[in-house]
């Protein structure tokens, strides 16, 4: 896999979680602006239809995109692990683990036709630690893995099954600076822009799309800048 690294010094990637049918759309902004994502699947429940009540009492759908689907949906992206069933993994037994990994992570490989390697843990940074990572990281075939808990900066991970994106996407002003500040930096050492998120929050209001695209508009289409899912981006 050639390594943006030796052309450029700045790369972006987006990474969101669990699979749901609003993925669709923002594959279309994405694809639009040529910029590319990783999404994190739990493979136990490809298919499922459901509701969710968040963000003051607002209803969203929360519909899994059928397994039959999952490759054509997400060509042209990268299908990570997000375990089975999204327990807290920090709960689970050493064995328990391996299994929701290793067992989400095969099915996803066989549905897409590829090696999946990546991961984002299920319930965020509260629900992992150094046992958990240390499972994952000589247990699995996963090659790294995301948490929750943002950097607000663009420093390479130092501990790839903990790493830390740079902001969330709902924090939107937060976004919208950093994305200033990376358009214009200049650097001679590698640099990473890493923005993590659930595609159905963006059905919180009306206008979260529309703000969503412009992030999009800013970051997108620079010379200087390598645009990649996770794996092309962290790998080296």
């Not at 990783?38 to 759908?61: C, E």
């Amino acid at each position: 896999m050639e390594n943006w690294r030796d052309t450029k010094k700045k790369a972006v990637t987006f990474s969101y979680d669990d699979g749901v049918t609003q993925d669709i759309h923002l594959i279309e902004l994405l694809n639009k602006y040529g910029l590319k994502c990783t999404f994190n699947i739990n493979s136990g429940f490809l298919g499922y239809d459901g509701m969710l009540v968040r963000h003051g009492g607002v209803r969203v759908s929360h519909y899994k995109i059928h397994e039959s689907r999952l490759a054509e949906v997400y060509k042209g992206h990268e299908v990570a692990v997000h375990t089975l069933t999204h327990p807290r993994l920090n709960t689970c037994s050493d064995e328990e683990i391996v299994r929701q990994v290793e067992e989400d992570r095969k099915k996803l490989s066989s549905l897409v036709g590829y090696d999946v390697v990546g991961m984002a843990y299920p319930c965020g940074s509260s629900a992992t630690d150094e046992r958990v990572d240390k499972i994952v990281r000589e247990r699995t075939g996963v090659l790294y893995s995301r948490g929750t808990v943002c950097s607000g900066n663009f420093d390479e991970p130092e501990n790839m099954f903990d790493f830390k994106p740079s902001v969330y996407h709902l924090d939107f002003d937060k976004m919208m600076d950093l994305g200033k500040r990376f358009v214009e930096l200049e650097t001679d050492k590698p640099q990473i822009f890493y923005i993590w998120g659930h595609s159905y929050e963006l059905d919180f209001e009306s206008d979260f799309w529309y703000r969503l695209e412009e992030f999009f508009r800013l970051i997108s289409g620079k010379d200087d800048i390598f645009y990649g899912n996770n794996t092309e981006v962290l790998i080296k």
